[in-house]
């Protein structure tokens, strides 16, 4: 937004406070606004405020070439979409190109025009025609034959409907795509197992809809959860694969939908078995069983994006996720016993969070380094459209404002109110008063990420600087076991010869009960004591020794 704010609201280049901005950039913007100071949760380009300011006039003289660029297309109407932090650069454009072709129609849509954000979108620049508000598949359509038949429409924001029926849109069309890439970026096309390509299975969320979690706030009004057939995915999967040199495919749902564990899940698996290649990416709840997760790479899902948010389960009642923290240190496990990435974050700053929230983390924390680590430790946002920003009474929430950074950027007349997304307020927050344990966290967080060989988020396996520490049970024989443990944590060894009544406390939860198994498990942070009751296994193994186990248990 800074790059293209000049060009777009002819405002200072890289906005009003540009100076003291980009002085402090390496923080987290939002633990700036909350007054906590944590380091930056993974590398960034360091850049000086000279370099930044060079970016922006080349941004702005990016768009010159590019406006002059699609009006010599004589396109009747040009369009832009923005979702986070794409407003000005499409702000930019759209201006560039009505100024050089007046009777060009200029559109703008995306979930940043998402109800009233629209009427503040509307008032940065008379130059975008028309705003689309809300799904608007069907009322684009309508919009384009309104066009045709010379009849533009009266009103200049353009309210979409929720799509009921999914599998009647179209399949996506990536011709251009395509073509574009093997001519501007030739090396990038060449490499077709590093292209991937967006598909959608489902919209809204199953989960949200009956429990949103506090803190979201994706899908705004489209949280009625809706799914295409498992037979319109395959067979646009299919068609996609083959027309398309690509081998991956991303997900764009904001959570898988349930059912396919039975439907669709069972058919990915037989068309991985033809395009063994294949790699398909979506995002999951994180109360999964090894048996789903081994399910999910048996089809070609080997990269989730879970929502584990924290290890602490009082944190995670606060957020209404409706799981534990025995729940997600559980898939951690599982997905490293079975080869799949996991990409997470923690969470921090929540309205009404206690001390012993975070030091039930910082001491778990060193135990986990075996297991993938998170993405980033992140304040908490205020998002519109969450329960934070819609009840902000229940949560004790006041002064909700957006984020300083809205209002340096915008023209000085724009309403940021109207226009911003992400939001500050003022709450008690144990966190903001501890934050020598915060940083205490995110320092063992950027440990456990070098301890991976990178703290760069989605790097992948074959681009580790080192192997990950391993502790995981081996079978060695009948009844012999042996764990091998290279977290190198104080009062362990690397290998231990075990029984097998200890692999199977190393690998499998229960309720807490002080046997002799659990309380050598413990001593030897192989195990860990949670929530009073559960004792939660740490270590891994080979997917079927885990389910044996398991099944035992049960």
């Known amino acids: 937004e800074r790059l293209f704010a000049a060009a777009a609201y002819r405002v200072p280049l890289l906005g009003h406070d540009a100076g003291k901005a980009i002085e402090n950039y390496t923080a987290d913007a939002v633990n700036q606004a909350n007054s906590v100071q944590l380091p930056t949760p993974f590398n960034r380009t360091k850049l000086k405020l000279s370099q930044f300011r060079d970016l922006a006039t080349q941004a702005g003289e990016w768009i010159e070439e590019m406006a002059a660029a699609i009006a010599a297309q004589s396109f009747k109407v040009v369009g832009c979409t923005t979702m986070f932090g794409q407003t000005a650069a499409s702000i930019a454009l759209l201006n560039r190109v009505k100024c050089i072709n007046p009777h060009i129609v200029t559109i703008l849509g995306g979930e940043n025009c998402e109800g009233e954000m629209a009427e503040g979108i509307a008032t940065l620049s008379p130059n975008v025609d028309y705003i689309f508000s809300g799904e608007s598949e069907r009322e684009f359509v309508r919009f384009l034959q309104q066009l045709y038949a010379g009849d533009q429409p009266v009103s200049r924001i353009l309210y979409g409907n929720l799509v009921p029926d999914l599998d009647s849109l179209p399949m996506p069309d990536f011709h251009q795509y395509f073509e574009q890439l093997e001519h501007y970026l030739p090396t990038i096309a060449a490499w077709p197992d590093y292209i991937e390509l967006p598909y959608e299975t489902s919209r809204g969320c199953w989960w949200g809809q009956k429990h949103r979690c506090t803190f979201c706030g994706l899908n705004g009004a489209k949280i009625c959860f809706r799914e295409k057939s498992p037979d319109k ?238 502790l995981e049970v081996v079978r060695q024989g009948q009844g012999v076991f042996m764990l091998r443990d290279t977290r190198n944590l104080p009062g362990t060894q690397a290998e231990y010869q075990i029984s097998r009544a200890q692999a199977s406390v190393a690998l499998v939860g229960q309720r807490y009960e002080p046997t002799p198994e659990i309380e050598w498990a413990v001593a030897h942070k192989v195990g860990v004591r949670l929530d009073q009751c559960r004792y939660v296994p740490l270590a891994t193994a080979e997917p079927e020794l885990v389910l044996d186990f398991e099944a035992e248990i049960r």
Not at 237 to 253: E, F, N, V, W
Not at 317 to 340: H, P, W
Not at 361 to 374: F, Q, R
Request: charge should be negative.
């Open 233 to 470: 995915v395959m067979a646009e999967l299919g068609q996609l694969l083959t027309l398309y040199p690509a081998q991956s495919i991303t997900m764009t749902d904001n959570i898988m939908p349930h059912t396919f564990f039975k439907t669709l899940v069972p058919k990915l698996a037989e068309l991985a078995v033809e395009k063994p290649a294949l790699k398909i990416y979506y995002e999951q709840k994180a109360n999964l069983s090894l048996a789903q997760v081994l399910a999910l790479v048996k089809a070609g899902i080997t990269h989730i994006q879970s929502g584990i948010e924290s290890l602490s389960t009082s944190l995670l009642k606060r957020m209404n996720k409706g799981t534990t923290a025995a729940q997600n240190i559980a898939l951690l496990r599982y997905a490293r016993s079975a080869g799949m990435s996991l990409s997470w974050n923690l969470l921090n700053g929540f309205p009404g969070d206690q001390l012993y929230e975070y030091q039930e983390i910082l001491a778990l924390l060193p135990l986990l380094h075996h297991l993938e680590p998170p993405m980033a430790f992140y304040h908490l946002t205020i998002d519109r459209f969450s329960s934070y920003f819609d009840y902000p009474e229940r949560y004790s929430l006041a002064k909700i404002r957006p984020w300083p950074s809205y209002v340096a950027v915008l023209p000085p007349e724009a309403d940021a109110t109207k226009i911003a997304y992400h939001f500050n307020a003022d709450y008690a927050c144990g966190a903001h008063e501890h934050v020598d344990v915060l940083l205490e966290i995110a320092e063992n967080v950027r440990a456990w990420q070098s301890n991976w060989g990178t703290d760069i988020p989605f790097v992948s396996d074959e681009f580790r600087t080192k192997e990950p520490p391993v």
